[in-house]
């Protein structure tokens, strides 16, 4: 099922993601031939190891780098998928737990061993996972692109965004 493939042209996938493409950022900073559309599987996890995954995601992607009071505490930089793009290793689910606060739309989810949390459902896509760049295996994220998200503020931050990917 996860196969390395290549994206020749822009796909449902690649503009479900709002906030990863605007027509000001193309500043790509890899040296490489290799072209931003490249789709690869990601591994990586927890910690303790005990939740593994796998993400099919580009190579180069768009980082997050959140101020919320959850996010800020966490050091807290991830990147975007749509859910169906995620999938958790089996047996992970026992050591998976959740934490929410606020609006609970956000689903902090995190290893209930380790204390990790290498992915969680963001409040601005609750249909989607947001993966912990710093969780990822080693090696096959060719480039990442960090991005201030204002979690603080969010429904200021969110609508400015989402009118900003309007206007692209
Ligand atoms: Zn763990």
Known sequence: ?????IVTHQTNYTNALPFSRS??????????????????VHSGGCHCRRLRW?????????????????????????????ADKFQLEAGAEESLTTYTFGTHTAKHTFCKVCGITSFYTPRSHPDGVAVTVACVDPNTLRHVEYRKADGKNWEEWFHSQEKAAAAT
Not at 1 to 5: E, L, P, T
């Open 1 to 5: 099922m996860f196969r390395r493939y």
């Open 23 to 40: 027509a000001s950022s193309p500043h790509k900073m890899s040296s490489t031939a290799v072209p931003e559309e490249e789709v690869v």
């Open 54 to 82: 796998r993400v099919e995601a580009p190579a180069s992607v768009a980082a997050w780098v959140c101020n919320c009071s959850d996010c800020s505490m966490r050091g807290n930089a991830h990147f975007v998928v749509p």
